[in-house]
């Protein structure tokens, strides 16, 4: 299969606008905040359908100006096309039945074009995205077909796409789309028509696999989207292939991501199984293990604590979400306790996002400061503060203090908390004194 650029447009819409951001020989192209090109006005009609695919909003309404155009719009669904005058509008996106903006801009719906406009994004941060559908299939030779990939999700980050055999390696592989950034649509391409294996990877490490999809269909002499979205916790993604005005395959994740993070009194020794798979081979507390991919689902979690008898306790793991199996308390009555991590990249870049987990068992709830001011309180056993967007700072102070001791448990200073990056400040047990741990998750 090939990848050779970017497939010719209709001639009949040369001189729209819409060429000029899907662009030459360029790889990728930033989509702009309106709608594909061609004049505007109401001398003419357009079409356009609407897809929702916000990561937190289970239902919209898309309005045009004041019309409700797609009412009730569930969460990844596409609506039918309507058709209305050709016009610069206001698209603007509400909770479904709900009375609040939440999203509006400008767009020009040109006449005689087709859109799919793409809803994307977190209820406090949404996107629009109109994706012009006006390509002509009978420009692809027999035997071939075209897609392009559009990232709709700032949480994931650049994204690599490989499209390939079902067994090829991907490091030795080349991608289809590379280094792909957020609300960026990339160019056709041309590749062979068939069956193949789609895999998303964090840009330049395939060993990063976001995605793993077994049965991608390419159809012969036709143009597709592969829209791609973030998971619950921002990592691992969806996908939704549509072809050129046709009806959207939704490919959500099968995995979620898992990991152990011992600290059990006495330097305890920490295995764990999710669904029969190793995802801790024996953790001496305290540790903070990485990530383990694993298959979602209701799962047996075994806890084997120092070699000994292990102790099984049953998990609902949500697709495309980010646990930590925080194990704490001491050799005769260890404690699982599984946390949900949200590892979504701030909304604003220049900031960046701390909580605190305590691990410790019998110490006094505790609290999280950074440069002196509180961001967690109260913070009980087993538990996880609710992440808190911060300033970003090259240099510092965090600290975190139990009321009954005089002296913070845990403090340092220099602390480089980077732009646009998510932090877990641990404290836990499994030395002599609470042990801390700063972990930087994106």
């Known amino acids: 299969m090939s990848a050779e650029g970017v ?10 606008t819409l060429a000029t951001w899907v662009g030459g020989a360029a790889g990728t192209a ?10 505007s006005g109401s001398s003419g009609s357009t079409r356009m359908r609407a897809l929702n695919l916000t990561s937190d909003l289970p239902s919209i309404d898309l309005l045009t100006d004041d019309t409700n155009r797609y009412a009730a719009l569930a969460s990844a669904t596409m609506s039918d096309y309507l058709s209305f005058d050709a016009a610069t509008v206001a698209l603007k996106v509400r909770r479904a039945g709900d009375a609040t903006q939440l999203y509006s801009s400008s767009f020009v719906l040109a006449k005689d074009e087709v859109y799919t406009a793409v809803v994307w994004g977190r209820e406090t941060s949404l996107r629009v995205h109109t994706l012009p559908e006006d390509a002509v299939d009978t420009d692809i030779t027999d035997g071939a077909a075209r897609l392009r990939v559009f990232n709709a999700t700032i949480d994931a980050g650049s994204l690599d796409v ?3 055999s079902a067994t090829a390696d991907i490091a030795e592989s080349a991608a289809l789309q590379s280094a792909l950034a957020g609300g960026t649509l990339g160019s056709y391409r041309d590749l062979s028509a068939g069956t193949f294996r789609l895999r998303v990877t964090g840009a330049g490490d395939p060993t990063d696999l976001r995605l793993d999809v077994s049965s991608f269909v390419l159809a012969n002499r036709k143009h597709a989207t592969l829209v791609i979205t973030a998971g619950a916790s921002g990592v691992l993604v969806d996908g939704v292939l549509i072809p050129l005005q046709g009806t959207a395959t939704v490919m959500k994740n099968t995995q979620a991501r898992v990991r152990v993070v011992a600290g059990v009194a006495g330097a305890g020794n920490v295995a764990v199984t999710v669904g029969g798979q190793v995802v801790a ?4 507390s305290p540790t903070v293990g990485p990530y383990t991919r694993v298959t979602a689902g209701t799962v047996d979690v075994v806890v084997r604590l120092d070699g000994g008898s292990p102790s099984t306790a049953s998990l609902t793991l949500v697709p495309g979400t980010d646990y930590t199996l925080l194990v704490t308390g001491s050799a005769g009555a260890a404690r699982l306790q599984p946390l949900t ?6 909304v604003t870049a220049s900031r960046a996002k701390v909580r605190l987990v305590h691990g410790v068992a019998g110490l006094d709830p505790l609290t999280l400061s950074v440069d002196y001011l509180p961001v967690a309180t109260d913070l009980a056993e087993g538990a996880a503060s609710t992440p808190a967007t911060l300033a970003s700072s090259a240099a510092a102070r965090v600290d975190v203090t139990a009321a009954s001791a005089a002296q913070p448990v845990y403090s340092v200073d220099s602390v480089n908390l980077q732009t646009g990056s998510v932090y877990t400040v641990f404290v836990l047990g499994g030395n002599t004194a609470p042990t801390g741990v700063i972990r930087k998750e994106r």
Not at 7 to 12: G, P
Not at 281 to 284: L, S, T
Not at 341 to 346: A, F, H, I, K, S
Request: glycine share 22%.
């Open 30 to 39: 930033a989509l702009p905040g309106c709608g594909g090109g061609g004049s």
């Open 7 to 16: 497939t010719a447009i209709d001639r009949r819409r040369a001189l729209a």
């Open 341 to 346: 991590d949200d590892n979504r990249v701030p």
């Open 162 to 164: 490989y499209v390939t």
């Open 281 to 284: 081979g024996g953790y001496r």
